[in-house]
């Protein structure tokens, strides 16, 4: 696969084969590319811990039990929120995913189950927790979206899936407990992998992408 047919061909995949894991073997090769990920002063400030199996089934139980509590979850910094054009977008994005899905506008009992579906890791066998220090800041968590970047390259060059999952942001202490992450450790974010089930509707979502002038000038 071309590098362009790489970046074009990934995307948020939101429902896996449940039963269909990947070695762990092959796991590890996966991160020692990923090692590879440019970062200022070669820090490599990216921690990751990977879950399967019994400890994968441990955190998605403690969040789906949070969220089925009616706790919408306790943020450690604020979520953002989107404005003007970046609003516009938001908007298209869920009207194509909750419109895949079958859940209408006014259907709260069908948003609260498809925010469920986070939780759940969408059935992936595998999820990924990234975190780094607290004490850095937007510099670092740049170098850490290199990383990211690069492992969900990674595992499409192999034929598998991923989803990030911004989401595992909202309960950063049920995370830390079940994971045993330090409290210096910022949660940033989750990633959900595996094998993509095509029959699942939402993966039939297709997200546009706005032309080239929209993000990029050109001087001379």
């Given at each position: 696969?071309?590098?362009?047919?790489?970046?074009e061909t990934?995307?948020?995949?939101r429902g896996?084969?449940?039963d269909?894991?990947i070695?762990?073997?092959?796991i590890?090769?996966i991160?020692s590319?990923?090692?590879?990920?440019?970062?200022?002063?070669?820090?490599?400030?990216?921690?990751v811990?990977?879950?399967?199996n019994?400890?994968?089934d441990?955190?998605?139980?403690a969040?789906c039990?949070?969220l089925d509590?009616?706790?919408w979850g306790?943020?450690?910094?604020?979520i953002?929120?989107?404005y003007?054009?970046?609003?516009?977008l938001q908007?298209?994005?869920a009207?194509?995913?909750?419109?895949?899905m079958?859940?209408?506008?006014d259907?709260?009992?069908?948003r609260?189950r498809?925010?469920?579906?986070?939780?759940?890791?969408?059935?992936?066998?595998h999820v990924?927790?990234?975190?780094?220090?607290?004490?850095?800041?937007?510099?670092v968590?740049?170098d850490?979206?290199?990383w990211?970047?690069?492992?969900?390259?990674?595992?499409?060059?192999r034929?598998?899936?991923?989803?990030?999952q911004?989401?595992?942001?909202?309960?950063p202490?049920v995370?830390?407990?079940?994971?045993?992450?330090?409290?210096?450790?910022?949660i940033?974010?989750?990633?959900?992998?595996?094998?993509e089930d095509?029959?699942v509707?939402?993966?039939?979502?297709?997200?546009?992408?706005e032309?080239l002038t929209?993000?990029v000038?050109?001087?001379?």
């Open positions: 696969m071309s590098f362009e047919k790489l970046v990934r995307r948020s995949v896996f084969f449940r269909k894991t070695p762990e073997d092959e590890r090769e991160l590319i990923c090692q590879q990920a440019p970062s200022n002063c070669n820090v490599q400030p990216w921690r811990w990977v879950l399967s019994d400890a994968r441990r955190l998605s139980d969040l039990a949070r509590a009616g706790d306790n943020p450690e910094d604020p953002d929120t989107f003007d054009d970046y609003r516009r908007i298209e994005c009207v194509e995913m909750y419109g895949k079958g859940v209408e506008r259907d709260m009992a069908g609260v498809a925010q469920r579906r986070n939780f759940e890791f969408f059935d992936a066998p990924a927790i990234i975190a780094m220090e607290k004490h850095y800041g937007i510099g968590s740049l850490i979206g290199t990211l970047q690069t492992f969900m390259l990674a595992l499409v060059e034929g598998m899936a991923s989803c990030p911004a989401a595992l942001r909202l309960y202490d995370v830390r407990e079940e994971v045993g992450i330090g409290e210096n450790m910022k940033l974010c989750g990633i959900s992998f595996g094998y095509p029959s509707p939402a993966n039939a979502v297709r997200q546009k992408r032309p929209k993000n000038t050109f001087l001379s």
